[in-house]
Every structure is written in structure tokens, then in C-alpha cells.
């Protein structure tokens, strides 16, 4: 059974960081492009940055180029989200996606709040 469980989501303030973790189970880790996504309130879920599983080469959203790290510890199983400099239009639900031989799976996702 797959399973993502995101955490490390809390209230921070403008400026401040955090650091989103993504515990994986259920199928082979290391084969999976990974991603994390946001969704804000009443808005669409985004794409903020993605990792894929051969060379470890990453994408990132322009919003966050520069700010965010998307990282992968194979051995761990666990992916992670470094996030710098938050800003308020940050604040969001953050999930944690995996991608493997057409399928998808998500997280149940963690709060991110960035405010003073």
C-alpha cells in the first residue's frame, strides 16, 4: 500500500524557513519522480518543484526559484522541501506527490502559514 506522509508545516513568520519532509512507503522510492505541490485557499493546486528519480535533475515554480530546495534521501525514502525567505503568498497546503509507471500518488498534505 502506498502511503506519503507529509510534515513540518506550522505558522512562521515573513523571512523566517521551514523544512517539509515527505516519508514514503509502498513501492520503490528511488524509481519515483517526486513533487511537491501547494494549493492555496480558493485557489488551484501548483506545481512549487519536482525531482526526478534518474540524475536527480529538478524543476522549480519561478515563484520559488531561488528561495526553495527540493532535495531526495533514497535511502531514507524521504523527500524534503527547504524552504527560505518565506513569504505571505506562501501559505498554503503543501503535498507531497509521487509518480510511478503512470500512476500518481499523494500525500494528505501539511499547512504552511507564513505571518506576522
Known amino acids: 500500500q502506498v502511503q506519503l506522509m507529509e510534515s513540518g508545516g506550522g505558522l512562521v513568520q515573513p523571512g523566517g524557513s521551514l523544512r517539509l519532509s515527505c516519508a514514503a512507503s509502498g513501492f520503490t ?3 519515483s519522480a517526486m513533487s511537491w505541490y501547494r ?5 488551484e493546486r ?7 528519480s534518474v540524475g ?5 515554480a519561478d515563484s520559488v526559484k531561488g528561495r526553495f530546495t527540493i532535495s531526495r534521501d533514497n535511502g531514507k525514502k524521504t523527500l524534503y522541501l527547504q524552504m527560505n525567505s518565506l513569504k505571505p ?5 503543501y503535498y507531497c506527490r509521487a509518480f510511478l509507471s ?10 504552511v502559514t507564513v505571518s506576522s
Not at 501548483?46 to 526526478?52: D, G, H, K, N, T
Open 56 to 60: 536527480g535533475s529538478t524543476n522549480y
Open 29 to 31: 522510492f528511488s524509481r
Open 89 to 93: 503568498e506562501d501559505t498554503a497546503v
Open 46 to 52: 501548483e506545481l512549487v518543484a519536482r525531482i526526478f
Open 102 to 111: 503512470g500512476i500518481e500518488y499523494w500525500g494528505k498534505g501539511t499547512l
Open 39 to 43: 494549493q492555496a485557499p480558493e485557489k
